[in-house]
Antibody, heavy 116, light 107 residues
Framework: EVQLVESGGGLVQPGGSLRLSCEAS????????MNWVRQAPGKGLQWISY????????HYEDSVKGRFTISRDNAKNSLYLQMNGLRAEDTAIYYC?????????WGQGTLVTVSS | IVMTQSPATLSVSPGERATLSCRAS??????LAWYQQKRGQPPRLLIY???TRATGVPARFSGSGSGTEFTLTISSLQSEDFAVYYC??????????FGGGTKVEIK
């Protein structure tokens, strides 16, 4: 059974940083592309970042480009999202999701709240 | 690519048929997925390639359409089907883009 478990969310002040993690199990992690998708409270879904299976290719949504960094450690079956320069509008549940274009499996999400 | 879903809310009685629409601002071919999200849960993949059910998805869920117009049909609503449904395009990669969602509620 595929499992994706996010962690690292919390309350942070504007301008602060957080590092999210997503621990994967139940599949060969190193063979799959991964994405981060977020959902602001009461709102819809927004794709924010992609990483290839090797980690060599990454992409970002424009609003997070230059502030967020996606990475992975295939030896640890883990995906990461380093978030710097956080803004109030980054407040959301952050989900990791397996797949390149079709998001086959999703974690339960971790809540990030940016507030003073 | 902008994805537009309608209606925003659909009120349906259990056992009735529900028809949800998704429109794309440009042609997607068949590169469209549908997700179901229940309250407090992550999204779950229902349909991909516009009409292929994901593993374990009941046959009462069906997808159709191509190009810019797509439909998700739930043939006979069960209590567990009341949720928010999102369409997502993956023809123009990246960014992946989602519709605003349709909430299916009990009438």
């Amino acid at each position: 059974e595929v499992q994706l478990v996010e962690s690292g969310g919390g309350l942070v002040q504007p301008g602060g940083s957080l590092r999210l993690s997503c621990e994967a199990s139940g599949f060969i992690f190193s063979s799959y592309e991964m994405n981060w998708v977020r959902q602001a409270p009461g709102k819809g879904l927004q794709w924010i970042s992609y990483i290839s299976s090797s980690g060599y290719t990454v992409h970002y949504e424009d609003s997070v480009k230059g502030r967020f960094t996606i990475s992975r450690d295939n030896a640890k079956n883990s995906l990461y999202l380093q978030m710097n320069g956080l803004r109030a509008e980054d407040t959301a549940i952050y989900y990791c999701a397996r797949g390149e274009r079709i998001l086959y499996d999703w974690g339960q999400g971790t809540l990030v709240t940016v507030s003073s | 690519i902008v994805m537009t879903q309608s209606p925003a809310t659909l009120s349906v009685s259990p056992g009735e048929r529900a028809t949800l629409s998704c429109r794309a601002s440009q042609s997607l071919g068949s590169n469209l997925a549908w997700y179901q999200q229940k309250r407090g849960q992550p999204p779950r993949l229902l349909i991909y390639s516009a009409s292929t059910r994901a593993t374990g998805v009941p046959a009462r869920f069906s997808g159709s359409g191509s190009g810019t117009e797509f439909t998700l049909t739930i043939s006979s609503l069960q209590s567990e089907d009341f949720a928010v449904y999102y369409c997502q395009q993956y023809n123009d990669w990246l960014p992946l883009t989602f519709g605003g969602g349709t909430k299916v509620e009990i009438k």
